[in-house]
């Protein structure tokens, strides 16, 4: 029987649980954007209640970007001193940390919001030395790997989906293509720094007419567990999948499929609540490792009670009012 709690193997990471803090902007920081000692507070909350790996909030590459004013940025001038307390933390609990590089606008230098149609290939070179020296930072702040995100409808999603991507030379048309733009960049960062995990957040699927079906989706997976990312995790905000015990929900289905697929690890997230649908989905599909993000914006340190009393509900009601508001605060507990 699979338990949430139990330890396990994430790739080359070893996790102390099979939870991951998902990506959550805090927007804790302070006049001239350094961190509160709420931030580390909340590090602290979680590393040490029982959860597996955290992934941080989402970094922006610069300043002008759509969710600057909610996320955390790299350049700023405390970023590897600060953030260096923040992986520490972590680790003084052996929780490995994820930091998430995350980007809706890409300025190539001409144009403040080159769509991926518009960019040409110095552009993309940009682009892609810009994330690799994002990979770097985070190494320098002590992060044990990255997590870019290429899902909901950030850039790179925009990027490697066909509704978006109409170029016509090595960057756009089949997967491979409108894909490499990543794959090249995770080729890099493996080559030069072997030991630093990357992870790529992905949509299962969208719903736009000729955008990322399922199958297509799929592929991008196989394509970017051949370039050497290190593990895939699924984005699905708004899909509630929560096992019933009696049919699989599509998107458990899709899941199992890509599990089957690839053999790196796959994160499965969005609405888990309490401990005994998530061992319950656990134990009735391939999935392995499973993200929360609302109910720690609720309650830090809820996992110390759930791996005491082996069960647990979270007080988090999924209203997305911590979403909505610039800071992520709870506003009813
Ligand atoms: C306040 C808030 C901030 C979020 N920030 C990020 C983020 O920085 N990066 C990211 O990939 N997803 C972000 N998300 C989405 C979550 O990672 C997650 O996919 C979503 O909340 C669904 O999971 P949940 O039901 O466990 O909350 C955020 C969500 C919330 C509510």
Redesign the pocket.
Known sequence: MKDIFDECQFGELKLNSRIVR?????TETEDGGFLSPAAYDKYEKIASSGVGLI????FVLDHKDR?AP??ANLNYVGFVKEYKMITDICHNYDIPILG?L?FFYYDDGDNQKAEPNDLKIEGIRKLQAEVIMAAKKFSFAGFDGM?I?V??NFYLTRFINPYFNQRKDQYGGSTENRVRIVSEIIKVIKKTMPDFHVSI?INPWDVRKDGMTAEESLKVAKELELAGADSI?L????ISYLYDGREKNPFLVYVDNLIDEIDIPVIL?????DMKSMNDVLNHSNVEFM???????AQADFLTEWKANGEGVSI?Q?C?N??S?KT?TCFKY
């Not at 992934?55 to 989402?58: K, L, N």
């Not at 997230?269 to 609540?273: A, C, K, M, Q």
């Open positions: 998902t990506g959550t902007w805090e992934i941080s909030e989402m969710f909610y996320s998430q995350a997590q995100d899902g909901n957040r995790q984005t699905a905000r708004t997230g969005g609405s888990l609540r993200s929360m993000s609302k109910p720690f914006v988090c999924s997305n911590c979403y508001k992520s």
